[in-house]
């Protein structure tokens, strides 16, 4: 749908960019002919990813390890960026989550999706604005977000005020950094299943959604990353301080939590002991 050379002499950095949608989005920028870079804390899976991508789209792509938590670290794989020439696109993807009963959340649970999904974003963006700013460079942030900034979502709480954070983030330097030739956008997505999350959010005996969407199916991941490019190009240049939705309508049926409602104490207390057991492996 879009022309080969769409996202041509751009030069974008996707966070959690090694698996998931992250790497789906890369892929379509690649194709698009943008140069990538890619980030995240598992090396081995970005050094995969990054050989499957020049494979796949004769892209220039780096990977660089980088655990956006740590403010100091951002800030040295953007020197280490900007040695080579600037970036033109910032993706803010990387996030955690999981499913708990707000109650039993230790401040070290809530703190582990935080710190990803709202600091690691906020120094990232932050890390390209100065940057951007002080050169004069024009530029542009998409975050990806969450329909729960729309509803709320009952048992992730930190993630619904993480992804909330951030489009409050989205619609404020819209406005303050507009004028200065940056773009700020985001994509609330519904349902687009990844091993990650799925294995996080979707545990044995919970569906994937598709069963309370209108359109009666989850998303696929070229969907999101074709929504990605566009909004990221040239051609959305008048774009600026939304959040686009994707999600089939699902938002306008529920928000996605009602069946945890109805989960007993054993099931929660399953749930924990299995989350206790990924985080031991």
């Given at each position: 749908m879009f022309e080969n050379n769409l996202l041509a002499g751009k030069r974008i950095l996707?966070?959690?960019g090694g698996s998931g949608l992250g790497a789906a989005m890369a892929r379509r920028f690649g194709e698009l002919g943008a140069e990538l870079v890619i980030c995240g804390r598992r090396t081995t899976m970005l050094e995969e990813t990054a050989t499957r991508l020049r494979n796949e789209t004769a892209?220039?792509?780096?990977?660089?390890s980088c655990d956006?938590?740590?403010?100091?670290a951002v800030d040295t794989m953007m020197d280490a960026i900007w040695r080579d020439a600037p970036l033109d696109?910032?993706?803010n993807n990387a996030a955690a989550t999981f499913i708990a009963q707000t109650e039993q959340l230790s401040p070290r649970a809530a703190d582990a999706i935080l710190a990803p999904t709202l600091h690691g974003a906020l120094y990232c963006t932050l890390g390209v604005g100065r940057?951007?700013?002080e050169s004069d460079h024009r530029g542009v942030v998409l975050s990806i977000?969450?329909?729960?900034?729309?509803?709320?979502?009952?048992f992730t709480v930190p993630s619904a005020m993480a992804k909330s954070a951030l489009l409050a983030m989205t619609k404020s330097l819209a406005v303050e950094w507009g004028p200065k030739g940056i773009r700020t956008v985001a994509i609330a997505p519904g349902s687009f299943p990844t091993p990650g999350a799925s294995g996080q959010l979707r545990p044995e005996g919970r569906g994937d959604g598709a069963e309370r969407n209108p359109l009666g199916r989850v998303g696929d991941h070229s969907e999101l990353a074709?929504?990605?490019?566009?909004?990221?190009?040239?051609?959305?240049?008048?774009?600026?301080?939304?959040m686009v939705v994707q999600d089939g309508g699902s938002h306008l049926r529920s928000s996605g939590a009602e069946d945890l409602l109805q989960w007993t104490d054993a099931?929660?207390?399953?749930?924990?002991?299995?989350a206790r057991n990924t985080k031991g492996a």
């Amino acid at each position: 749908m879009f022309e080969n050379n769409l996202l041509a002499g751009k030069r974008i950095l996707i966070t959690g960019g090694g698996s998931g949608l992250g790497a789906a989005m890369a892929r379509r920028f690649g194709e698009l002919g943008a140069e990538l870079v890619i980030c995240g804390r598992r090396t081995t899976m970005l050094e995969e990813t990054a050989t499957r991508l020049r494979n796949e789209t004769a892209a220039t792509v780096h990977a660089m390890s980088c655990d956006i938590r740590d403010a100091a670290a951002v800030d040295t794989m953007m020197d280490a960026i900007w040695r080579d020439a600037p970036l033109d696109v910032l993706v803010n993807n990387a996030a955690a989550t999981f499913i708990a009963q707000t109650e039993q959340l230790s401040p070290r649970a809530a703190d582990a999706i935080l710190a990803p999904t709202l600091h690691g974003a906020l120094y990232c963006t932050l890390g390209v604005g100065r940057r951007w700013i002080e050169s004069d460079h024009r530029g542009v942030v998409l975050s990806i977000l969450s329909t729960s900034t729309i509803t709320g979502r009952a048992f992730t709480v930190p993630s619904a005020m993480a992804k909330s954070a951030l489009l409050a983030m989205t619609k404020s330097l819209a406005v303050e950094w507009g004028p200065k030739g940056i773009r700020t956008v985001a994509i609330a997505p519904g349902s687009f299943p990844t091993p990650g999350a799925s294995g996080q959010l979707r545990p044995e005996g919970r569906g994937d959604g598709a069963e309370r969407n209108p359109l009666g199916r989850v998303g696929d991941h070229s969907e999101l990353a074709n929504l990605a490019s566009f909004l990221i190009s040239d051609q959305a240049s008048y774009i600026n301080g939304e959040m686009v939705v994707q999600d089939g309508g699902s938002h306008l049926r529920s928000s996605g939590a009602e069946d945890l409602l109805q989960w007993t104490d054993a099931q929660w207390a399953a749930q924990r002991q299995a989350a206790r057991n990924t985080k031991g492996a």
